[in-house]
Nanobody, 126 residues
Framework: QVQLGESGGGLVQAGGSLRLSCAAS????????MGWFRQAPGKEREFVAA????????YYADSVKGRFTISRDNAKNTVYLQMNSLKPEDTAVYYC???????????????????WGQGTQVTVSS
């Protein structure tokens, strides 16, 4: 099992940047595929980005492509989401998620993830 904890959220003006971190417990972090999701008020949770077990492959939702970067540091058991050029529509609670999987697919569906963090609020003001 793995426990996840997000940090780094906050209030930022449009055009600004934030970096979210997700720290994971356990000794087999490098066997987990990781993802970031977000949920805005009144909306369903949606996929943001995914990274494979090694960090060598990534995938993004079209809405964040070119602005957000997902990465991981397996030595630190941490996955990151660098968010640049933030827009008011990026306002949401951001969640990291994990699945014990070291295959080649990048997981985009929330139903494929087994472990979730508690979320961190990101608010982008116009």
């Amino acid at each position: 099992q793995v426990q996840l904890g997000e940090s780094g959220g906050g209030l930022v003006q449009a055009g600004g940047s934030l970096r979210l971190s997700c720290a994971a417990s356990g000794r087999t972090f490098n066997s987990y595929a990781m993802g970031w999701f977000r949920q805005a008020p009144g909306k369903e949770r949606e996929f943001v980005a995914a990274v494979n077990w090694s960090g060598g492959s990534t995938y993004y939702a079209d809405s964040v492509k070119g602005r957000f970067t997902i990465s991981r540091d397996n030595a630190k058991n941490t996955v990151y989401l660098q968010m640049n050029s933030l827009k008011p529509e990026d306002t949401a609670v951001y969640y990291c998620a994990a699945r014990y999987y070291s295959g080649s697919y990048l997981l985009q569906s929330e139903g494929l993830y087994d472990y979730w963090g508690q979320g961190t609020q990101v608010t982008v003001s116009s």
